[in-house]
């Protein structure tokens, strides 16, 4: 009995994401199975407070073109276009992280040339597989720097010379 207890406490202490400390792995996790944790206060998704320290386990999935469940954000972003990629909603965390709020209103980013939030802008797969090789640029770059703390976000811009922008 002992030991179902202790069984019982380790797996789930496993699948709990500490929002103030998030492991990128077990919300990567997370999203792809739809069970982010929802304050029971008021019905939402927390998102986790990730940190420069994340990028780079976060550019690990920036490939992965998975959809998901959903991505805790308003549901304009899911319902036009399709399901979320997990691949696109991790470059939305990691633009998010590099300006210190959130990237946009969706997680879909959109050809720079959009004049609306609609699935006809959004990013084919090629184009968010570039749009992930433009963030690796930009993060060995940045990391390489030796500044993390402090990014001019009007300069070191991940995006530029690509024809994607966030909405």
């Not at 691949?87 to 990691?94: A, D, P, Q, S, Y």
């Not at 879909?108 to 597989?129: P, Q, T």
């Amino acid at each position: 009995m002992l030991m179902s207890l202790v069984l019982t406490w380790v797996s789930c202490s496993e699948d709990t994401l500490d929002i103030k400390n998030p492991d990128v792995d077990l919300f990567v996790k997370q999203l792809k199975d739809g069970a982010l944790a929802v304050n029971e206060e008021t019905g939402t998704v927390i998102m986790p407070q990730f940190t420069m320290e994340d990028i780079e386990a976060l550019l690990y999935y920036a490939e992965d073109l998975t959809e998901i469940p959903s991505f805790p954000l308003a549901p304009v972003s899911y319902l036009a276009g399709g399901k979320p990629r997990l691949g696109e909603c991790v470059l939305w965390v990691i633009e998010s992280i590099r300006v210190g709020s959130n990237a946009s209103l969706g997680s879909r980013m959109v050809h720079k040339d959009a004049v609306n939030y609609e699935g006809i802008y959004f990013l084919s797969d090629d184009e968010l597989l570039d749009a992930a090789a433009h963030y690796r640029r930009w993060w060995n770059k940045t990391k390489h720097s030796g500044i993390l703390s402090v990014i001019d976000t009007a300069v070191d811009e991940p995006l530029a010379g690509s024809d994607y922008r966030w909405w």
